[in-house]
Structure formats: C-alpha cells, structure tokens
C-alpha cells in the first residue's frame, strides 16, 4: 500500500510576546492509501498545527520553518499559492471542528456544495446539483433537502453536510481535527461512523484527530502520538495497545478507562504538558517520567524502529537495543 502523504521533519513555530513557540519540532509520519491515521496527545501538544500546516493554514505570527508535506508525489509546504488552490479540496480537504463555522446561514446548504464544486472543477451547474444531492444522501440526508438552511438541520446534519462538503470535489486525503466537538454523545458516535464508513467506501484516507483515545483506538488503522510538539510514538493500533513503548504512551493508555475491563485501575500521568517556549532541555517528557535518566535531560531521543513499522523516541529503546 503507497502513502498518499509523506511529512518529513515538520517544524512549525509561533512569535510570541514571551518568545519563539516551537509548537511542532522536526515531526515526521507517513499516511498510507486508504487508511486511518488517529493522531493524539494531550492539549497543547501541536496536533493542530501539524494539520494546519499540511493545510497550509498557519498564518502570522506562525510560520513553517521547516519541513515537507509530500501529498501524491508533490510537497504542499513549497507549492505556490496557485498550486494550493488548485489542490486544495481536489487533494486535501478538512473536516473542521464546528460546521457552524463552515456553513454560512444565508445560503442553503446544497447551494454552498454547488458552489465549492463549480469554483473548484469545471462542471455545469445541473452536475454540480446532481453531485450534492449524491453527496447529501452518501452523508445520510436526503437529496431533497439540498435547498433548506443550515438552520433548518440539526448539530449532527450540519456536520454532515460540512463532511459532504470535504468530500466534494473527491479528495485523497481528509483532516478531521476534533470534529464532533459540540455534539452529544450519540451524535458523536454516528458522525464518526459516518465518516469510517466513507474512509472504507471511498477508500479515502484520512487524519483523524482527537483527544478519545477509546474512540480512535477502535476505529484507526495506525496511531501517532504526539508530545509537546514532537512525535514520540506510532505504529499499528494493535501494536499502540499492546505494546507501547513510550512512557507517555503507556501513560495515556493507563490514564484512559476501559470499558471491557471496569477493574482497570486509572493512573493519570502527573504533572502538565510544557509551556513550548522553553520547553525541557533533552527529552521534552522527562519532568513527567518515572523511568527518565540522566542521559534524558540532556539528548534528544529520535523516533527510531524499534520493530517493524513500530517507531518510538525513548532512550530505554536504545538500551534494550544494546543491552
Ligand atoms: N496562534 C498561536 N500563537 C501562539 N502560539 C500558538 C498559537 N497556536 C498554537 N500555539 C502554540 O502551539 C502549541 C500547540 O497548539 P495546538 O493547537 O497545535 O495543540 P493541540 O494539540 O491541537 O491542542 P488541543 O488538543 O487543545 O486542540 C500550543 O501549546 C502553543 O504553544
Ligand atoms: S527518553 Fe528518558 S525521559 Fe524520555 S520517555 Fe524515555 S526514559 Fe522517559
Ligand atoms: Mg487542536
């Protein structure tokens, strides 16, 4: 299976008052065809600025320093402002977090598809209609309703319509960052569903960003994990659950309930991801990890594979390695 997108040592910084936040730093992951990235760690921990700069989104006072987003063989970082629109929507699009955001309540909501799709790709109108209504029955509204307002619909049709709206003009790869924020619970759950069954059927792939570690183990091919801007560790959900070797996340694992074992003794990982301005010298977790050495706070660890497709950036890796 090939990558659809390759992201080679991502930084992104922010200028503030108080100095440089190095909010991503040197974040490199791959996103096979087809497939379902979950990316999480704590808040704070740059998983929206890696997406906003694949996106090309971060704006002043941020700023990709450094870095590719290779997306079907040409990198986003370097492309023109032409090339982004030309590619955005027809290679990449995002589900954002709040459809309210998304959606503008002067205009019904199959006329924004129209729209999106006829500023995009050269279509006629009549197939640009014709496309909306099988967007809005692929997201589970009737076509009909192509002409009502957003308020006309309910938190989770309107997230659907923001989905229908992502996969308009049929892209290869979907940011969904947090979007089901806002929603109830059962809400929640059906909009997820929703968009794993389109990931399945449209063999689309998809960056799946979120705090529900539950919710994107179940539903994720492979996980990344990040830590105060870096990627401390990614591999297969399967690998993820039962073979963590990252402290943070064995942390995160021990810190999450489970359902299927109620006994399961919850640890929170003490103390709080660093301010990212002067973030801890060496390893950026060590103040938090109970297995940190002196070598931690001085080296930086690097992902390195520590089995098959299984990447960690702990040095207990390396000295299980060298005995
Ligand atoms: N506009 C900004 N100005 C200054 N710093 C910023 C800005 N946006 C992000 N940052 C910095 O980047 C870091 C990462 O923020 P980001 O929003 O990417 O985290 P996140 O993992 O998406 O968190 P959450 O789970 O809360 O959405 C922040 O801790 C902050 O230091
Ligand atoms: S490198 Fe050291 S401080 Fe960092 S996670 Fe590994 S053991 Fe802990
Ligand atoms: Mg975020």
Request: aromatic fraction near 4%; glycine fraction near 8%.
């Given at each position: 299976?090939?990558?659809?997108?390759?992201?080679?040592?991502?930084?992104?910084?922010?200028?503030?008052?108080?100095?440089?936040?190095?909010?991503?730093?040197?974040?490199?992951?791959?996103?096979?065809?087809?497939e379902m990235l979950g990316l999480i760690?704590?808040?704070?921990?740059?998983?929206?600025?890696?997406?906003?700069?694949?996106?090309?989104?971060?704006?002043?006072?941020?700023?990709?320093?450094?870095?590719?987003?290779?997306?079907?063989?040409?990198?986003?970082?370097?492309?023109?402002?032409?090339?982004?629109?030309?590619?955005?929507?027809?290679?990449?699009?995002?589900?954002?977090?709040?459809?309210?955001?998304?959606?503008?309540?002067?205009?019904?909501?199959?006329?924004?598809?129209?729209?999106?799709?006829?500023?995009?790709?050269?279509?006629?109108?009549?197939?640009?209609?014709?496309?909306?209504?099988?967007?809005?029955?692929?997201?589970?509204?009737?076509?009909?309703?192509?002409?009502?307002?957003?308020?006309?619909?309910?938190?989770?049709?309107?997230?659907?319509?923001?989905?229908?709206?992502?996969?308009?003009?049929?892209?290869?790869?979907?940011?969904?960052?947090?979007?089901?924020?806002?929603?109830?619970?059962?809400?929640?759950?059906?909009?997820i569903?929703?968009i794993k069954?389109?990931q399945?059927?449209?063999?689309?792939?998809v960056i799946l960003i979120s705090?529900?570690l539950?919710m994107v183990t179940a539903i994720c091919d492979r996980i990344a994990?990040?830590?105060?801007?870096?990627?401390?560790?990614w591999?297969s959900t399967t690998?993820i659950l039962?073979?963590?070797?990252?402290?943070?996340?064995?942390?995160?694992?021990?810190?999450?309930?489970?359902?299927?074992?109620?006994?399961?003794?919850?640890?929170?990982?003490?103390?709080?991801?660093?301010?990212?301005?002067?973030?801890?010298?060496?390893?950026?977790?060590?103040?938090?990890?109970?297995?940190?050495?002196?070598?931690?706070?001085?080296?930086?660890?690097?992902?390195?594979?520590?089995?098959?497709?299984?990447?960690?950036?702990?040095?207990?890796?390396?000295?299980?390695?060298?005995?």
């Amino acid at each position: 299976m090939g990558n659809v997108l390759t992201v080679e040592n991502l930084s992104t910084y922010f200028k503030t008052d108080k100095g440089i936040a190095k909010a991503v730093e040197d974040v490199s992951f791959t996103v096979k065809k087809g497939e379902m990235l979950g990316l999480i760690g704590e808040s704070g921990c740059g998983k929206t600025t890696v997406a906003q700069s694949i996106l090309r989104l971060i704006e002043y006072p941020g700023k990709v320093v450094n870095g590719k987003a290779i997306l079907d063989g040409k990198d986003l970082i370097g492309a023109t402002d032409q090339e982004l629109v030309d590619r955005r929507w027809k290679e990449i699009s995002v589900i954002p977090q709040s459809a309210m955001n998304a959606l503008n309540p002067v205009y019904s909501v199959g006329e924004q598809i129209v729209e999106s799709i006829l500023l995009h790709e050269k279509v006629s109108r009549q197939d640009a209609i014709k496309r909306t209504k099988d967007l809005l029955e692929l997201v589970g509204i009737d076509g009909g309703r192509w002409k009502s307002y957003p308020h006309e619909f309910s938190g989770g049709m309107k997230q659907r319509v923001a989905i229908a709206m992502a996969l308009s003009c049929n892209p290869k790869l979907v940011i969904s960052d947090e979007s089901t924020t806002g929603l109830d619970v059962l809400t929640q759950a059906q909009v997820i569903a929703l968009i794993k069954k389109l990931q399945r059927t449209l063999d689309l792939s998809v960056i799946l960003i979120s705090h529900d570690l539950p919710m994107v183990t179940a539903i994720c091919d492979r996980i990344a994990i990040m830590y105060a801007g870096k990627i401390i560790e990614w591999s297969s959900t399967t690998d993820i659950l039962e073979d963590a070797r990252h402290p943070y996340s064995q942390g995160l694992l021990n810190a999450t309930p489970d359902l299927a074992n109620p006994d399961k003794e919850v640890i929170s990982i003490p103390g709080s991801v660093p301010n990212l301005i002067n973030p801890p010298e060496g390893c950026r977790f060590h103040p938090r990890c109970q297995f940190a050495m002196d070598r931690c706070k001085k080296e930086v660890p690097v992902l390195k594979e520590v089995k098959k497709g299984h990447f960690a950036a702990c040095f207990l890796e390396e000295s299980d390695v060298n005995g």
